[in-house]
């Protein structure tokens, strides 16, 4: 089975500054997808970015970018330019690209609650 | 705006009522999920359709019985609910067997009295 850490469970990070939120995955499958996954008060899971883990090349969506070390089973995502409007839950999902019922799961970790201070 | 439809918004029950669960997407995706997210917490997956067909039950309580109508129509029919039942009843959807992520709703915050 899969498991999904995420050994950060509060950060805080100043308005316009750069973060980053850890995550670490456990699999001995080859072909996978990650996702983040960010959830705000209002309540909705948003998702932030996604990664195949055939590509080599990181992800990035405007402001969001991961690094992923496919060898290493990491999976960190940097905000950069901080907003007020980032401050939610975030949550690091594996998902299996196995055809078959595994391939609809997601593995989420526990999540990051991440302020962000004016 | 979320393009999975959840209705409604909070609902507030007691253990004898029955209950209803809407979830609705028009993004022609046909498999659809309900999740159970306590506070603090990440969701868990209750149930999986796939083409209208259930594909996953993750063993959970017959209390709680899931219906998809259509591609576009899912629902979870509520009954005899207990307390630690209360919860944020999360849907999504996606294409099956593809690379694209889940689609989730807004949720329906469920209180059991």
């Known amino acids: 089975a899969q498991t999904v850490t995420q050994s950060q469970p509060e950060m805080s990070v100043q308005e316009a500054e750069t973060v980053t939120l850890s995550c670490t995955y456990d699999t001995s499958e080859s072909d996978y997808y990650l996702f983040w996954y960010k959830q705000p008060p209002s309540r909705q899971m948003i998702l932030v970015i996604r990664?195949?883990?055939?590509?080599?090349q990181n992800a990035t969506e405007n402001r969001f970018s991961v690094n992923f070390q496919k060898a290493a089973k990491s999976f960190s995502l940097k905000i950069s330019d901080s907003q007020l409007g980032d401050a939610a839950m975030y949550f690091c999902?594996?998902?299996?690209?196995?055809?078959?019922?595994?391939?609809?799961?997601?593995?989420f970790g526990k999540g990051t609650k991440l302020s962000v201070i004016p | 705006d979320t393009e999975v439809t959840q209705t409604p918004k909070h609902l507030v029950m007691g253990m004898t009522n029955k209950k209803s669960l809407k979830c609705e997407q028009h993004?022609?995706?046909?498999?659809m999920y309900w999740y159970k997210q306590k506070a603090k917490k990440p969701p868990e997956l209750m149930f999986v359709?796939?083409?209208?067909?259930?594909?996953i039950n993750e063993s959970v309580p017959s209390r709680f019985s899931p219906e998809c109508p259509n591609s576009s129509l899912l629902n979870l029919h509520l009954h005899a609910l207990q307390p630690e039942d209360s919860a944020l009843y999360l849907c999504a959807s996606s294409l099956p067997y593809s690379n694209q992520p889940q689609h989730f709703g807004d949720g329906t915050r469920l209180s059991i009295l």
């Open positions: 359709y796939s083409y209208e067909k259930l594909s």
């Open positions: 993004m022609g995706h046909r498999a």
């Open positions: 999902a594996y998902r299996s690209a196995i055809s078959g019922a595994g391939s609809y799961q997601l593995t």
């Open positions: 990664q195949e883990a055939y590509k080599q």
